[in-house]
C-alpha cells in the first residue's frame, strides 16, 4: 500500500536565502509520524509546501502514490490534507461555529446562511472533542487556549486523511491535551495519519510512533520512536549533545522581592495570596481556565476589576495600568508574542527598545545612537540570531522572537519578572537559553513568577510551586515535595 503522503527532495529558497534543501518525510496510513527540528530547520517552509502556501522550488509530493502539484491551500484540502497551525488567526467578531466552517457555511432555503444547522453541526463536533465551549460565542469573548481548541476542531470538520498539527498543545492545558491525545488514538484507529510538530518531546514519546528529523534546512534521519531514546533525538535536533535541560543556578535568599495579598478579580480569581523572595523562581501550574494568568493580569494592571495588594520589595505600591506596574519594576512576558508580545510591523530593534521609550527619548526626541546600542546589546545578550536589528521581527523564528520579548524588558532593569508560558513553542535550544537568562536574573537578585502549563518545566524551574484551581490557591509546595502527581491532583 503506497504512504498517504510521501514527499523527496524539497527545496525553497527566499530571496537567495535558502529555506529549505532537502525536504523528505513519508506518512503512513494509521500512524502519528512526528516532524522535529529546532526553530529554523525548515519545518514550517516544508509544511507552508506541503499545504499549497508556497511554490516549490524543486522536489516531488505523492498523495497515495500520485504525484501531485498545490498551488493554494484549497488544493491540499480537496486532496484531504488538513493542517492545524500553530500561529491563530480567528476572525474575531465571528461565533466560533462562523470561525470553524468559514468559507463552508450551510445555505439555507433562500441562500443565506443556515446558521441553525451550522451551530447545531459545530456544538456537536466541539462536544465529541470534549470541548468545553459554546458555538455561538464570539472568538473575541474566548482566551488564547479556546481558540486553539477552536482552531483543533476547524481542522478536524474537514474529515481529512492527513492532518498536519503544528505545536496542537502550545496554548492548552493537560486536561485538554489529554482529550487531543484521545482524539488522535481515534483518528488513527480511523486509518488517518498524523504529521505531528510539537518541541515537547514528552508528547513525542507518548503518542508518535515514528520521527523525522530536520535540521538547517534539511532532513537528517528518520525512524521508529521505539529504537530511540530522548537523548538520541535532542542531539539529531540540536547537532551536538546536549547536558542537563534545567540547570538550576540561583538560590533564594531570605529577603521577600515580591508579595500579593488577597489578590481578586470577580469570576476570574479569588483571595490569591503568596510572597516570593529575591533569587526565586516561583512556579504556577494550574489547568485551563483555573486563573493562572487572570493573577498576571491583575498584578500588571490590565484588570480593572481587580483588587488586591501587592508589594515590591516590601514596599505598598498601587497599579492601576501598566504604566505604573512598569514605574515599580514589574515586567510581564504574556502567552502570546504574537498578538501582545511583539508588534511584528516592527524591527528587532524597534521591539526590543519598545518598553524603554521614554529613557531612550527624554526629549520627546529618540536619542537613535543610544537606541541602537541598547539593541546591539540585548542582542548580544540574548544570543538572538539575526542578519541586522533593524531586519523585521516577523522574519525570526518563534525562539528568536521570545528572546526578543525578553529583551524588551530586560532592558529596563526590572525588579520582579512575570512569565506566562516562556517557553511555549520554542525549541529545545532555545529553552535552554531562556532557562539561563531566567535563572542568571534570580541568581543577581531578581524575583520570578513562571506560569507553565508543561509539569517537567514547573517541577525542574521553579524553587516552590503554586498551584491553581477554579480561580484559588489550592497549595504552594517546596519543590521537594512537589511532584507530577501532586500537581495534576490538586489541579483537577
Not at 28 to 35: I, T, Y
Request: glycine letters at 10%.
Amino acid at each position: 500500500m503506497a504512504p498517504l503522503l510521501k514527499v523527496e527532495g524539497l527545496k525553497k529558497a527566499f530571496g537567495g536565502v535558502v529555506a529549505l534543501h532537502d525536504g523528505r518525510f513519508e506518512l503512513l496510513s494509521g500512524s502519528v509520524h512526528a516532524l522535529c527540528g529546532g526553530n529554523g530547520a525548515g519545518k514550517s517552509t516544508f509544511l507552508s509546501i506541503v499545504m499549497g502556501i508556497h511554490k516549490r522550488d524543486a522536489g516531488t509530493i505523492w498523495r497515495n502514490g500520485e504525484a501531485v502539484e498545490f498551488t493554494r491551500p484549497a488544493d491540499a484540502l480537496a486532496a484531504g490534507i488538513a493542517i492545524i497551525e500553530q500561529e491563530l488567526s480567528p476572525v474575531p467578531h465571528m461565533s466560533v461555529a462562523e470561525n470553524i466552517y468559514l468559507g463552508r457555511e450551510p445555505a439555507g432555503r433562500f441562500g443565506g446562511i443556515d446558521f441553525k444547522t451550522m451551530n447545531r453541526s459545530a456544538q456537536t463536533l466541539l462536544d465529541s472533542l470534549g470541548f468545553n465551549i459554546r458555538a455561538d460565542r464570539p472568538m473575541s469573548q474566548l482566551s488564547v487556549a479556546q481558540m486553539q481548541l477552536v482552531e483543533i476542531a476547524k481542522a478536524l470538520s474537514h474529515d481529512a486523511e492527513v492532518i498536519i498539527m503544528d505545536e496542537p498543545t502550545s496554548a492548552i492545558g493537560e486536561k485538554e491535551a489529554a482529550q487531543l491525545f484521545s482524539t488522535i488514538e481515534k483518528l488513527k484507529a480511523a486509518g488517518k495519519g498524523i504529521v505531528y510538530v510539537s518541541h515537547r518531546l514528552s508528547e513525542i514519546f507518548q503518542i508518535a510512533d515514528s520521527y523525522t528529523v530536520f535540521r538547517d534546512g534539511g532532513y537528517v534521519g528518520s525512524g521508529l520512536l521505539a529504537d530511540i531514546d530522548r537523548a538520541g533525538l535532542i542531539k539529531m535536533i540540536v547537532g551536538r549533545e546536549v547536558g542537563e535541560e534545567y540547570i538550576k543556578t540561583n538560590t533564594p535568599t531570605d529577603q521577600v522581592g515580591f508579595s500579593v495579598a488577597a489578590l481578586r478579580s470577580p469570576g476570574k480569581i479569588e483571595d490569591v495570596s503568596f510572597d516570593v523572595r529575591k533569587g526565586e523562581i516561583l512556579g504556577i501550574y494550574g489547568l485551563m481556565g483555573s486563573g493562572r494568568s487572570e493573577i498576571f493580569s491583575a498584578i500588571f494592571g490590565l484588570d480593572s476589576a481587580a483588587a488586591g495588594e501587592i508589594a515590591v520589595e516590601g514596599r505598598s505600591v498601587f497599579i492601576r495600568k501598566p504604566s505604573d506596574a512598569m514605574a515599580e519594576g514589574i515586567a510581564y512576558v504574556t502567552e502570546d508574542r504574537k498578538q501582545t508580545g511583539l508588534n511584528l510591523a516592527d524591527s528587532v530593534r524597534g521591539n526590543t527598545c519598545l518598553a524603554s521609550l521614554p529613557e531612550l527619548s527624554p526629549h520627546f526626541v529618540m536619542d537613535r545612537r543610544k537606541e541602537a546600542k541598547s539593541s546591539e546589546e540585548m542582542i548580544r545578550r540574548f544570543a538572538i540570531k539575526v542578519s541586522r536589528d533593524l531586519q523585521p521581527v516577523s522574519s525570526l523564528s518563534g525562539g528568536n522572537q521570545q528572546k526578543v520579548v525578553l529583551a524588551k524588558w530586560f532592558l529596563r532593569e526590572p525588579k520582579v519578572l512575570l512569565l506566562d508560558e516562556p517557553t511555549r513553542g520554542v525549541d529545545v535550544g532555545a529553552k535552554r537559553e531562556i532557562y539561563r537568562v531566567t535563572c542568571d536574573f534570580a541568581s543577581s537578585g531578581g524575583t520570578v513568577v513562571m506560569i507553565s502549563s508543561e509539569i517537567d518545566e514547573v517541577l525542574g524551574l521553579s524553587d516552590r510551586v503554586l498551584i491553581m484551581r477554579n480561580g484559588k490557591v489550592a497549595g504552594i509546595f517546596d519543590r521537594q515535595q512537589a511532584d507530577a502527581q501532586l500537581l495534576v491532583h490538586l489541579s483537577t
